[in-house]
């Protein structure tokens, strides 16, 4: 089975804070996604990376950046936390262009920004 | 145009009856339609996804339709059991273009009583 872990599944943080979001994957996969997930808005892509060292923004990139040094490991990154950025972070990966195009999720970290 | 408009936000459904969610979009290059399963704590799970050249694809008690001129596509999920009760994410993508990148509705929270 596929399986996607994230660092934490709480975290408290206060304003000005700098966040990591850490998101691991055991299965060899190319892509990798982090997405915000509030009510009422579904999910949004906030980066999401196809290769190592590689990244492109997604819908919701602000206040965000990225970092893939390792193909399993992608890191979501807040510069400086603010109070709108309390949410839950979901990482997804997937396998390559001639895989499926499943995304497969963690479960998730719910971020309080105070 | 990237936009998929999910209904209904919630949905309470009697034990054995059809559960119905309906989602819409606006841009035709869209190639590739799933719906992801969210129960409360856990990561969305693939459930079922379609490609626009059927109509529809069934998979046990869950089906898909699709209507390419209307450019809607739905879930019907049959005989809805208490266990099917979580939240609902239709989205779509575009395969052909490489990235994998999924535009995903706002949620349907289905509850499904006993």
Same mark, same amino acid.
């Given at each position: 089975?596929?399986?996607?872990?994230?660092?934490?599944?709480?975290?408290?943080?206060?304003?000005?804070?700098?966040?990591?979001?850490?998101?691991?994957?055991?299965?060899?996969?190319?892509?990798?996604?982090?997405?915000?997930?509030?009510?009422?808005?579904?999910?949004?892509?906030?980066?999401?990376?196809?290769?190592?060292?590689?990244?492109?923004?997604?819908?919701?990139?602000?206040?965000?950046?990225?970092?893939?040094?390792?193909?399993?490991?992608?890191?979501?990154?807040?510069?400086?936390?603010?109070?709108?950025?309390?949410?839950?972070?979901?990482?997804?990966?997937?396998?390559?262009?001639?895989?499926?195009?499943?995304?497969?999720?963690?479960?998730?970290?719910?971020?309080?920004?105070? | #145009? !990237?936009?998929?408009?999910?209904? %209904?936000?919630? *949905? @309470?459904?009697?034990?054995?009856?059809? &559960?119905?969610?309906?989602?819409?979009?606006?841009?035709?290059?869209?190639?590739?339609?799933?719906?992801? #399963? !969210?129960?409360?704590?856990?990561? %969305?799970?693939? *459930? @079922?996804?379609?490609?626009?050249?059927? &109509?529809?694809?069934?998979?046990?008690?869950?089906?898909?339709?699709?209507?390419?001129?209307?450019?809607?596509?739905?879930?019907?999920?049959?005989?809805?059991?208490?266990?099917?009760?979580?939240?609902?994410?239709?989205?779509?993508?575009?395969?052909?273009?490489?990235?994998?990148?999924?535009?995903?509705?706002?949620?349907?929270?289905?509850?499904?009583?006993?």
């Amino acid at each position: 089975d596929v399986k996607v872990t994230q660092s934490s599944r709480y975290l408290v943080k206060r304003t000005g804070e700098k966040v990591f979001l850490e998101c691991v994957q055991d299965m060899d996969h190319e892509n990798m996604f982090w997405y915000r997930q509030d009510p009422g808005l579904g999910l949004r892509l906030i980066y999401f990376s196809y290769d190592v060292k590689m990244k492109e923004k997604g819908d919701i990139p602000e206040g965000y950046s990225v970092s893939r040094e390792k193909k399993e490991r992608f890191s979501l990154i807040l510069e400086s936390a603010s109070t709108n950025q309390t949410s839950m972070y979901l990482c997804a990966s997937r396998g390559g262009s001639s895989g499926s195009y499943e995304q497969f999720f963690g479960p998730g970290t719910r971020l309080t920004v105070l | #145009q !990237q936009q998929v408009k999910q209904s %209904p936000q919630s *949905l @309470i459904v009697q034990k054995g009856g059809i &559960s119905i969610i309906n989602c819409a979009y606006e841009n035709t290059a869209f190639d590739y339609f799933p719906w992801y #399963q !969210q129960f409360p704590g856990k990561g %969305p799970a693939l *459930l @079922i996804a379609i490609r626009p050249d059927v &109509s529809e694809k069934k998979e046990g008690r869950f089906t898909i339709s699709f209507n390419k001129s209307a450019k809607q596509f739905s879930l019907h999920i049959m005989d809805s059991q208490p266990g099917d009760s979580a939240t609902y994410f239709c989205a779509a993508s575009r395969i052909k273009s490489g990235t994998y990148k999924y535009i995903f509705g706002t949620g349907t929270r289905l509850k499904v009583l006993a």
